[in-house]
């Protein structure tokens, strides 16, 4: 089956936000080709799509490279994000369909669980799975692809919030899809963005990790790492 450059440039966004790629670190045509077993056509391609993205850099007579990011470009992803989720969720109470209601409402539900339970290792996927799904019901393809891109940002320069914070985070969530439900959006304003403006805060005492070329993980494999076509769809 042959593997798109979507695919490819999926597989090697994820690698770059997990820190599995550091900041600085170069990308050949022929590294990525061989990591995730294709040719190098994809592999070129992605790191195209990556560099229009702000992922990835290209150097004269250095070639590409994973960008790092200034320490004022972090903070205006956080100024930009609170700005725009707290419009995402008002349109959101306005435009969401009912199978967007039930997803939200299902993931709720599985987020306050696994927070109260301690089981901290699931909340990335769904803390993902719940903004993605908010982002769509919006209603607006354009805010969608903004908002996922900026909150993969986020995750690529700044560490993960405090374990203790998930209890109330997912708190907050479920009070957002209320006022979803509801169709209130004045208030899904108001709680988005006081969300947001509480997750800000805990940033911002945070010294950006991509900023400052920080790794979450400091081994690159290089051997053939086939992409994972099941992810690709979602």
Request: glycine share 8%; aromatic share 4%; proline share 4%.
């Amino acid at each position: 089956m042959r593997i798109s450059a979507h695919m490819v440039c999926t597989a090697v966004r994820d690698d770059i936000v997990s820190g599995v790629f550091p900041p600085g670190a170069r990308l050949t045509e022929e590294l990525l080709a061989r990591r995730y077993g294709v040719s190098r056509v994809p592999a070129r391609e992605a790191l195209r799509t990556l560099e229009s993205e702000g992922f990835v850099t290209s150097r004269r007579h250095a070639g590409a490279c994973v960008a790092t990011p200034t320490e004022r470009e972090a903070a205006d992803l956080l100024d930009i994000r609170a700005l725009l989720e707290p419009l995402g969720t008002a349109r959101a109470a306005r435009r969401r369909t009912e199978a967007q209601l039930r997803v939200l409402r299902g993931l709720v539900r599985l987020g306050q669980q696994r927070a109260a339970r301690g089981q901290f290792s699931d909340l990335g996927a769904l803390g993902d799975w719940y903004h993605e799904t908010l982002a769509q019901a919006s209603g607006s393809p354009t805010l969608a692809s903004l908002l996922t891109q900026l909150r993969r940002k986020i995750t690529w320069v700044y560490a993960a919030e405090p374990p203790e914070r998930a209890v109330a985070v997912w708190r907050e969530h479920g009070a957002v899809v209320d006022a979803v439900a509801r169709g209130d959006a004045e208030r899904a304003h108001a709680l988005a963005g006081a969300h947001v403006e509480r997750s800000i805060a805990v940033r911002r005492e945070q010294r950006p990790v991509a900023a400052r070329g920080g790794r979450r993980r400091t081994a690159v494999r290089t051997a053939k790492h086939p992409v994972n076509t099941a992810r690709d769809g979602a």
